[in-house]
């Protein structure tokens, strides 16, 4: 992190070090620390940057998962990120994160992340 909030140009971080904080969050023995993070995660199809007034988790395939994934996103106009946690079908919690950079429109890149997030928590 170059100045801390996330928005320089400068700022370099990988998906997988988006997956390994958000993996934190559900660490049993860092509850008590974490779970004011875990509770600040927009709801997949429910809140704040992933509701339905973002049209988020809405439509097939990616609407099976509302309700069941936990996320923080992240957005620029060339840019678009989707990092949180889920549970797989047997109940263990799964982190992810996926980044998008330059390659198709806003829009186009949060269906794909919401689409890929429904993947990981099993669903479609």
Not at 9 to 27: E, F, G, K, N, S
Not at 101 to 114: E, F, I, K, Y
């Amino acid at each position: 992190m170059f100045d801390g909030s996330g928005l320089s140009r400068q700022d370099r971080m990988t998906p997988r070090a988006l997956a390994a904080i958000a993996a934190l969050t559900v660490r049993p023995r860092l509850w008590r620390v974490l779970s004011p993070v875990f509770a600040g995660l927009p709801v997949a199809g429910r809140d704040g940057t992933l509701s339905p007034a973002d049209h988020r988790f809405v439509e097939p395939p990616s609407n099976c998962a509302a309700g069941r994934v936990w996320a923080k996103t992240g957005t620029l106009h060339d840019a678009a990120v989707l990092a949180g946690v889920t549970h797989e079908p047997g109940g263990r919690w799964r982190a992810f994160a996926f980044m998008e950079n330059g390659g198709t429109s806003t829009a186009g890149a949060r269906l794909g992340l919401d689409r890929l997030a429904a993947t990981v928590e099993g669903c479609w």
